[in-house]
């Protein structure tokens, strides 16, 4: 099946951009695209979301409003939603999942074709391998121009970050450090993010600190055969097991950000870089310490930290992440600081200005969809 689409007739039409998810409810993605759906100029764009959501909650009855038009997949073919969707007329139609549910991505609806224009964004870390995907929207630091990044698709380097931070009304008030004197590491992060480059980072940050601890916080530490696993890690690598706090699940979504209120130092993981868990710590007034590697996947934390002024803690290799992170934790009135500061200095940075990423992303939608039909390259680059 083949799909046609008539030329348009005018430059500066509408533009129907489509947004289709499995992750349209309270998951990480949502988190990121609300402020999107929000602040999309509805003179400039007309916004539709296809939901490949088979448990809605709260959070689906909200980004629901925000839509033009919404509608559910569940249950439909793949071709029976390509028909919808090109039915629909769309002109630029984003994958925001990509590989990352093998039993709910919809992304074989994009081999259909069922839009002139399609991209990925947000939800998938790589190259989605498909040649019917026409771009990947990243930004100038997660993408920069001598990236070693192999795609099919076009990167599309927005001039800011790639996405904006909509911080959780649950998060309770920054405050002073809490739990003594110790200074406390931490990270949040799912362990299956935690390599073996990580493990050996942190062990030498421990190592040359001795009085430190490092608090790691993750669903998998419910299960004692992880924690085991994960001590022995860290055991290979000379750290005692009590230098180690494994946390687990917490009540609610204000006591897990209430934990920060013990965190020093937020340690992002390696080789995969955090996001939420990285804006979360921020926001919480924690200072985090990232590795900028050499792909999209490795520089996140760089983008987010660029945003907001954190150069100094974007470690080149990672010998200068360990120096990095000893350094801030042997300055305390530095952490102070931050601690102080970060709420406020997030607050008033693009990466929690949403109405700024929506704009720049309509402008990406459009030279895509010009250059389909008209032949504009626009910022564009391979």
């Known amino acids: 099946m083949s799909f046609s689409y008539p030329r348009p007739t005018k430059e500066k039409k509408r533009l129907r951009i489509a947004y289709v998810s499995p992750d349209f409810y309270r998951h990480a993605v949502s988190q990121f695209i609300a402020p999107v759906l929000e602040y999309h100029d509805r003179e400039q764009v007309e916004v539709y979301c296809y939901a490949e959501v088979h448990h809605p909650d709260e959070v689906t009855a909200r980004l629901q409003q925000q839509a033009d038009v919404w509608r559910s997949s569940v249950g439909l073919s793949y071709e029976q939603l390509a028909r ?4 629909d007329g769309i002109d630029v139609l984003v994958d925001l999942a990509g590989h990352s549910h093998a039993d709910r991505t919809r992304l074989k609806v994009f081999t259909w074709k069922p839009a002139p224009v399609q991209a990925s964004y947000l939800g998938y870390f790589a190259t989605t391998g498909l040649t019917a995907m026409d771009y990947w929207i990243s930004d100038t630091v997660a993408h920069p121009e001598d990236s070693v990044e192999q795609a099919v698709e076009t990167i599309y380097r927005l001039p800011r970050c790639c996405v904006s931070y909509q911080p959780p009304r649950e998060a309770p008030a920054v405050v002073p450090r809490q739990g003594g004197d110790t200074l406390t590491f931490g990270c949040f992060n799912n362990i299956a993010k935690v390599g073996d480059e990580a493990i050996v980072c942190w062990s030498r940050i421990l190592q040359a600190l001795p009085d430190a601890r490092l608090v790691l916080k993750a669903g998998q530490f419910a299960d004692p055969v992880v924690c085991q696993s994960t001590r022995e890690r860290f055991a290979h690598c000379g750290i005692a097991p009590e230098r180690l706090q494994l946390w687990s699940y917490t009540d609610s979504l204000a006591a897990h950000f209430a934990l920060y209120g013990e965190i020093d ?47 100094a803690l974007i470690a080149s290799s990672p010998e200068d992440y360990v120096a990095t992170a000893v350094a801030l934790a042997r300055d305390p009135a530095q952490r102070s600081r931050l601690r102080t500061m970060l709420r406020d200095r997030l607050a008033t940075s693009p990466l929690c200005d949403g109405h700024d990423l ?9 030279c895509m969809w010009r250059q389909r039909w008209f032949g504009d390259q626009g910022g564009a680059d391979k």
């Not at 919808?84 to 039915?87: D, G, S």
């Not at 200072?287 to 150069?311: C, D, H, K, Y």
């Open 84 to 87: 919808m969707i090109h039915a």
């Open 358 to 366: 929506a704009r720049h992303l309509e402008t990406a939608y459009r």
């Open 265 to 311: 130092i937020a340690l992002d993981t390696l080789p995969r870089t955090g996001v939420t868990t990285t804006a979360d710590a921020l926001w919480m007034g924690v200072p985090v310490v990232t590795l900028a590697g050499s792909r999209f996947i490795e520089r996140l934390g760089a983008s987010l930290l660029t945003t907001v002024g954190l150069e």
